[in-house]
């Protein structure tokens, strides 16, 4: 019953931010790391089997929620959703990363966990393999920003189409790429209203 927390799209300039919970079954799933290390094939055959044979919670926080919150808590909020969807209360949680949720579970924060804690590499399998998911629905209803390739990270492709296109729905208007496209597109937005969205993260 102790969970690995981990999520997928903090970076990125579109789409949400992704968290995932999993409590490996008995024995385990052979085969874990850290998601950013295995061939997408890989990934996809070991997040078949761990949605078949674990316990599995997803959380996502939303692009509007990404702009309200900061990504920071709506990063924290996604995680905080995925433990819930796992329907039990783990004894203890162990989360990718430095910090915590302030949430009502025993966690513990591990640098570099999801190479190191099996519960967390499955839970990074997740996040990513269901954030590229979204994303490349995204990539067919708003075609030309590349997402199916660069998944909504700031890629010389990516920029590109920003400065050509503009921003579309997906995007994070927090963050200062795209804010400054917002810019472009409606000079009569003033400074004041850039210095307020920040740089995102």
Known sequence: MIAGVDEAGRGPLAGPVVAAAVILCEGGIAGLA??????????????????????????????????TLNILQATMLAM??????????????????????????????????????????????????????????????????????NKGYGTAEHLAALARLGPAAPHRRSFAPVAKALLVECPSLSRHTTRAWGSGG
């Open 80 to 149: 905080e959703r995925a433990v819930s969807a796992l329907g039990v209360d783990p004894i203890e949680i162990l989360v990718d990363g430095n910090r915590c949720p302030r949430w009502r579970w025993p966690s513990r924060a591990i640098i570099g966990g999801d190479a190191t804690e099996p519960c967390i590499s499955a839970a990074s399998i997740i996040a990513k393999e269901h954030r590229d998911a979204l994303m490349l629905a995204a990539d067919a209803a708003h075609p030309g920003y590349g997402w199916a390739r």
């Open 34 to 67: 850290d998601s950013k290390a295995l061939r997408a094939s890989r990934r996809a055959a070991l997040a078949a089997a761990i949605n078949a044979r674990c316990r599995v919670g997803v959380g996502v926080a939303s692009v509007a929620e990404i702009d």
